[in-house]
């Protein structure tokens, strides 16, 4: 069957298919006839167990260990069930600061941030562990790949130009065009190689797997 059946039956989207199937976990056949994915019962009754194991949020790597036969299921939901114990005592404890907060009836100009910075840094010293402000969500993730192609493609613009203007004002002097043509050919190539990192770190970014609350 197709990837189009298979999202239908399986309830999540190509993209995630895909992702799958680059990770390792999901090695469709291909149709002799065009080449084309040609996914099984099999295929699908796999995706249905990983669309379960994300959604209990079991890792990529676990599951890849799962399918390959070097961890059990029932070993896996153990490790699992401490990971779920620890976030859920992280959660008690995040929510046991914000409870501290409201009592205290305070607002944001008399917010005592230090004291409770102070307070949640003995509780990380304990093993809590609280929401890493560091986190980059997706969109923060294509500013530094644009910003710096930005900076470069403008670089090599302006001095594209520079040599455009150069030579244009004393013709006279103008070496063969030949020799132009190579030296303005440097920030051209410059330009398309930069476009075509900028491409496919943005293909990277967009590749991979898409927030499953959203999709389930």
Request: glycine share 8%; proline share 3%; aromatic share 6%.
């Amino acid at each position: 069957m197709k990837i189009n059946q298979v999202e239908q039956l399986v309830g999540i989207t190509k993209g995630n298919i895909r992702f799958y199937e680059k990770e390792g976990l999901l090695t469709p056949g291909r149709n002799t006839e065009n080449g084309y994915r040609d996914y099984s019962d099999a295929d699908v009754v796999w995706l249905k167990k990983i669309k379960l194991l994300r959604m209990l949020d079991v890792p990529i790597e676990e599951i890849l260990r799962l399918k390959s036969g070097s961890l059990t299921l029932e070993d896996a939901m153990g490790r699992h069930i401490i990971q779920l114990e620890r976030k859920q005592s992280n959660l008690a404890a995040a929510q046991g600061v914000c409870v501290q907060i409201r009592d205290s009836h305070s607002q944001l100009d008399g917010l005592d941030a230090d004291g409770v910075l102070a307070s949640m840094e003995r509780q990380e010293q304990e093993g809590t562990k609280f929401m890493n402000v560091g986190k980059q969500d997706k969109l923060t993730r294509y500013v530094s790949p644009v910003g710096a192609a930005v900076v470069i493609l403008v670089m090599m613009a302006a001095f594209l130009a520079l040599i455009v203007w150069g030579f244009t004002t004393a013709p006279e002097e103008a070496p063969p065009i030949g020799i132009i043509v190579s030296i303005a050919a440097v920030p051209v190539v410059v330009i398309i190689g930069v476009l075509a990192a900028l491409y496919q770190r943005i293909k990277q970014i967009k590749g991979g797997e898409e927030d499953a609350a959203a999709q389930y």
